[in-house]
């Protein structure tokens, strides 16, 4: 018999009533799910014929969270607190049988069920901390009763979800089931039916909790990894509720946190970035039947510090990769560099000698560009000369096998004009990896005027495959990321000239929820890539030129903005680079003054709005979201800020243009003036949307 076969179904086999969801793509709790679920537990539990429960799903995913499209709606009744009691209040014993994901509130399903089971490739994780929430029905309390609170806070402040292993080793499964899925769970639910036992419920286990001092230190470096996370300090509550309020105050107190969070300003700013990342996926203009090629080999072109970053990638992946060099010294120093990267990792203890081994063993080193012959898809990671770039694709076009996808990782380079050097500009676009490519999860992927559906496609599915986030983006001087980038820095550079210490800047941009201001971080890059970039494209930087004139290079030359004394990593402003400063100032007629940390702050943030208007209405971007989802992946914009788009939204278009202007007029600065874009945007009234083109 069936309570609802659409999604819930429900059938009973030797005293064992088999309740299973199917609700795809992946069983998303629904309303309809939620209703079955309860009308299905209460008829199991009112069927005499019924000794005990297993619920499953259908599919590749046993529950993977809530129902997105229910986000900032009334909710239906039942909701998933109400259903969860009634899995709690039901005398006979429910074992979730976990096959594939249990995420969010399909994880706080199977804690409230008296048993789990899980399949080897099951993934289990409370993510609602990537959506600025808690847990809201039961997993903060039911979690830490388990597992112990100080194992189970990381595991919700942080979101991360954990394989079926980890999640046997940490007690949240009581097996694993190598075969039959079900049949484990049958096995297991009719265990507990026949030792006629309490069931065990967590919600009496306080007794699991462990020592109030691990949680209270488990606490403690929660809140110093993420200060300015609420959803992370919010876990850190709930948690410690579990040891001052009884069980059914913690729910409520649970409950009110969660109805808190939805209405608080930095957690809608991060489901805008959920919801932001999501939404790259679909890439404008794009055919629905576009099938991406088959990449089972890589090659990259250049072995220094990008290029080897980049072959890390492809390895960590599990992808052969060609690291190919012009010389064997060259390419001898870059494998080097890398083995010596993989072997920090093994040293923190982040990686196991026999995984670094099996990633060494993907990278093959070789000399000559004969090498990418055999590859799928080809990286160019050289210095940015176009010049040269076009050369290397030139001669890819003889070498590189039919259909493989040639892509150049420039940062700021024409990739139409890269294209035409080949007969095959179709193949070609640009993968800009982030440095370190090893570490940064952002890929802006560069679709060129000729670039294919099927290329764009392959690009994107491989950035996934290779754990990033794509980002399809137009062609123009430094795409979406360091297009905007120019205009803050050059403000940065303005506030120098005109009164602020560069200390001031940094830290004015740190309080913003940056975790290191403009100087700090380019002294860390080195002042020299962008001095380098500023005399190929005839541009000038009169502070930071002068810098690298005098030698101040950065923290590898122990000076730049700021003194590393010592070999130190963290910088002690200097007075003569302030001296230097001020007499540029003396030099350009630049009058100075002291200016507030208001002023700072919107002066480089505002530009970066700003630009990001101009490029929407270019073109570049398809969305307001994808730029934020560049920034927050590429720059570390604090993620409870939204992105430089939806904080502008915020504001409004005519709040950042009236700002704008009238800093213009106070620094005499033309740069300042908001554009034609944004002015229109104020004019009449409209959000960033408004200036969206359906291609990129």
């Not at 099951?122 to 979690?143: D, I």
């Not at 297991?188 to 039916?193: E, K, Q, R």
């Not at 560069?446 to 496609?457: C, F, I, K």
């Not at 904080?647 to 278009?653: E, K, M, R």
């Amino acid at each position: 018999m069936m309570v609802d076969a659409r999604p819930v179904g429900f059938a009973v086999t030797e005293g064992v009533a088999v309740i299973r969801i199917a609700n795809p793509p992946v069983n998303a709790l629904s309303a309809p799910v939620r209703a079955g679920l309860s009308e299905a537990i209460a008829q199991a539990s009112a069927d005499p014929a019924v000794r005990a429960i297993v619920i499953a799903a259908e599919g590749r995913t046993f529950i993977a969270g809530a129902d997105i499209s229910e986000f900032g709606k009334t909710p239906v009744p039942p909701t998933l607190p109400q259903v969860i009691a009634t899995l709690d209040a039901c005398p006979k014993p429910i074992v979730a049988a976990i096959g594939g994901a249990a995420l969010g509130g399909g994880l706080e399903v199977a804690l409230a069920c008296h048993a789990r089971v899980a399949s080897p490739n099951a993934k289990l994780g409370l993510p609602e901390v990537k959506l600025g929430l808690v847990p809201g029905a039961g997993g903060t309390q039911r979690l830490p009763r388990l597992i112990g609170a100080a194992q189970a806070l990381p595991l919700m402040a942080e979101g991360t979800a954990i394989n079926a292993a980890e999640a046997l080793r940490l007690g949240i499964l009581d097996a694993m089931a190598e075969g039959d899925l079900l049949a484990a769970a049958r096995q297991h639910v009719l265990a507990l039916a026949e030792a006629g036992d309490p069931l065990p419920r967590l919600r009496d286990r306080w007794d699991r909790l462990g020592p109030r001092e691990a949680f209270e230190a488990a606490a403690a470096a929660v809140l110093k990894r993420a200060a300015d996370h609420p959803a992370a300090a919010a876990c850190v509550d709930c948690v410690r509720a579990a040891f001052e309020k009884s069980f059914e105050e913690a729910l409520t107190f649970e409950r009110e946190t969660f109805l808190r969070l939805m209405q608080d300003e930095r957690s809608k700013a991060l489901r805008h970035v959920f919801f932001a990342e999501r939404a790259t996926a679909q890439i404008p203009g794009q055919p629905r039947d576009t099938q991406p090629r088959r990449i089972e080999h890589a090659a990259v072109v250049g072995a220094g510090t990008m290029g080897g970053g980049i072959a890390m990638v492809f390895a960590n992946a599990g992808i052969p990769v060609t690291l190919i060099e012009t010389h064997q010294e060259a390419l001898g120093r870059g494998l080097e560099r890398v083995a010596g990267t993989y072997a920090i990792s093994v040293q923190r203890g982040s990686l196991a000698p026999e995984e670094r081994d099996r990633r060494l063993a993907r990278i093959e080193g070789r000399v000559g560009l004969e090498a990418a012959a055999t590859a799928d898809v080809v990286v160019e990671a050289v210095f940015e000369d176009l010049e040269l770039k076009r050369e290397i694709f030139g001669s890819l076009d003889r070498i590189a096998k039919p259909g493989a996808l040639l892509a150049s990782n420039t940062s700021y380079l024409d990739i139409d004009a890269i294209a035409q050097a080949t007969a095959r500009p179709g193949d070609v676009l640009g993968m800009h990896f982030f440095s370190p490519a090893n570490v940064m999860k952002l890929l802006e992927v560069v679709r060129g005027a000729a670039t294919t559906s099927e290329a764009l496609a392959t690009a994107v599915e491989l950035g996934k495959r290779l754990g990033k986030v794509p980002v399809v983006v137009g062609s123009c001087h430094g795409f979406v990321g360091n297009r905007m980038l120019a205009r803050r820095s050059a403000q940065a550079e303005r506030l120098l000239l005109e009164g602020a210490s560069p200390e001031e800047v940094d830290a004015a941009l740190v309080a913003f929820g940056f975790r290191m201001g403009p100087f700090a971080m380019i002294d860390l890059a080195g002042l020299d890539i962008g001095w380098r970039t500023r005399k190929a494209t005839g541009k000038t930087a009169p502070v930071a030129d002068a810098l690298c004139e005098a030698g101040r290079l950065g923290q590898k030359a122990g000076r730049g903005y700021y003194d590393y004394a010592g070999g130190a990593r963290q910088g002690t402003p200097d007075p003569a680079v302030q001296q230097l400063i001020e007499r540029i100032s003396a030099q350009l007629g630049i009058p100075r003054r002291a200016i507030g940390r208001e002023e700072i702050t919107e002066r480089l943030i505002f530009p970066m709005i700003d630009e990001g208007a101009r490029i929407l209405e270019e073109g570049i971007a398809a969305r307001p979201g994808d730029i934020d989802v560049v920034w927050l992946n590429g720059y570390s914009w604090p993620a409870w800020r939204g992105g430089p788009m939806y904080y502008g939204a915020t504001l409004g278009a005519a709040h950042v243009a009236q700002r704008l202007a009238a800093y213009a007029e106070r620094s005499d600065d033309e740069s300042l003036r908001p554009s034609a874009a944004l002015s229109r945007l104020a004019r009449e009234g409209l959000g960033f949307e408004a200036l969206a083109r359906t291609a990129a």
